[in-house]
Structures are given as C-alpha cells and as structure tokens.
C-alpha cells in the first residue's frame, strides 16, 4: 500500500471539541497490521486516540508530547511534562534534553521529578526521577496521623526511578521499568515487615 493512501485526514469543520481526524493503515514487522485513529482537540490541538481510556498530549506540530490523561469510570490521572518531550527520532547523536514532570489525580498534585533523554547512537536512554514526595491531601483523619508519625509513606516514591533503553533502529525498547534507588533505605520495609 503507497504511504499516501495508507492515509485519511478530514477536518471537522462544525464540531464542537474537535478540529480533525486522521485514520492512518499500517503493516510492517514490528507492530503487525491495523488501523489507527486520531483525534484532534480544537482547544489545545490535542491528539487523543479514541480507543484508549486516555490520551496523549502532543504538541500542536507534533514534534514533542506535553502530557498523558487518563479518565477511567469518572475518575482522571495526568503526567505532565515540561518542556514537553520531544520525538526522540529527532535526537541527534550527544544529544540530551531533560525537565521536569509531574502526576495529578483528580486535580490534586501526588508526586514529581525530573526526566532526561540522551542519545548515543541509535539508542536513547530515557529516566524519570522522582525528586518530590508524597503530599496526599484531603486524607482521612486516621491516615493523616499514619502518615505524620510514619513519613516514609509520603517519602516512599523518592526512592525510585525509571529508566528505558529504547532502540530506535528496531523502534523497541530493550529495557524498560522502574527500579529502587536507595537500596539502603530500609524504613519502609522495617515499618511494615515486607520483604
């Protein structure tokens, strides 16, 4: 099929929130066949991909993503991103760029840090650090004071970080997940008598 006609773009002239839909075919090795289908937010040109029960926040050219939303059975989760992430295609060899990120439920902020991408070659190596802790808010009176005389819950998501090792010439990531970064800290462990 010609990369043209693999393609349908239509603008949606009277319609309320969105501004355009792409349907776009594809078939290659990696991913296998199917259909892909876009939407376009007219407020913030937002693509949102209908079948995911949320949405990625590109950029209006999209070159870079300046978020994710997730709204599930009325309740909603938001990474932000900032300066957005760029299409790490677009890296050049030595390149890095790095910002800051932060998750929302509801409205309310959980938790944040920093995030990089670095090139070398033709594998990027992408992490999320997380530098801020917990500040729950509007708790119930008794986890309020759990969280006041134990404050490794709001100190816990600190202690990670996530890294990936994406491999653009196989457009794959070789490694990808979250793993501990104060192997020394056992107050958690110790306060809950978990492995």
Same mark, same amino acid.
């Given at each position: 099929?010609?990369?043209?006609?693999?393609?349908?773009?239509?603008?949606?002239?009277?319609?309320?929130?969105?501004?355009?839909?792409?349907?776009?075919?594809?078939?290659?090795?990696?991913?296998?066949?199917?259909?892909?289908?876009?939407?376009?937010?007219?407020?913030?040109?937002? *693509?949102?991909?209908?079948?995911?029960?949320?949405? *990625?926040?590109?950029?209006?050219?999209?070159?870079?993503?300046?978020?994710?939303?997730?709204?599930?059975?009325?309740?909603?989760?938001?990474?932000?991103?900032?300066?957005?992430?760029?299409?790490?295609?677009?890296?050049?060899?030595?390149?890095?760029?790095?910002?800051?990120?932060?998750?929302?439920?509801?409205?309310?902020?959980?938790?944040?840090?920093?995030?990089?991408?670095?090139?070398?070659?033709?594998? *990027?190596? *992408?992490?999320?650090?997380?530098?801020?802790?917990?500040?729950?808010?509007?708790?119930?009176?008794?986890?309020?004071?759990?969280?006041?005389?134990?404050?490794?819950?709001?100190?816990?998501?600190?202690?990670?970080?996530?890294?990936?090792?994406?491999?653009?010439?196989?457009?794959?990531?070789?490694?990808?997940?979250?793993?501990?970064?104060?192997?020394?800290?056992?107050?958690?462990?110790?306060?809950?008598?978990?492995?």
């Amino acid at each position: 099929m010609e990369p043209i006609a693999a393609m349908l773009n239509c603008e949606l002239a009277d319609h309320p929130v969105y501004d355009g839909v792409e349907i776009q075919a594809f078939d290659d090795e990696v991913h296998g066949s199917g259909l892909l289908c876009f939407l376009s937010r007219r407020a913030d040109r937002t *693509v949102v991909d209908p079948d995911a029960p949320g949405s *990625v926040e590109a950029c209006a050219d999209a070159s870079s993503i300046h978020g994710v939303a997730v709204v599930l059975d009325g309740a909603s989760a938001r990474l932000s991103l900032d300066p957005p992430l760029l299409d790490l295609r677009r890296l050049d060899a030595g390149d890095r760029v790095e910002g800051r990120w932060a998750v929302s439920v509801g409205g309310t902020a959980i938790t944040g840090g920093t995030w990089t991408a670095g090139r070398r070659d033709d594998v *990027v190596d *992408v992490a999320m650090a997380v530098t801020r802790r917990w500040r729950p808010e509007g708790l119930p009176p008794l986890m309020r004071v759990v969280t006041a005389v134990a404050p490794v819950f709001r100190t816990w998501p600190t202690t990670y970080r996530w890294e990936a090792e994406i491999d653009l010439a196989r457009e794959v990531a070789r490694h990808a997940g979250w793993r501990r970064t104060t192997a020394g800290d056992t107050s958690y462990r110790r306060l809950t008598r978990s492995a």
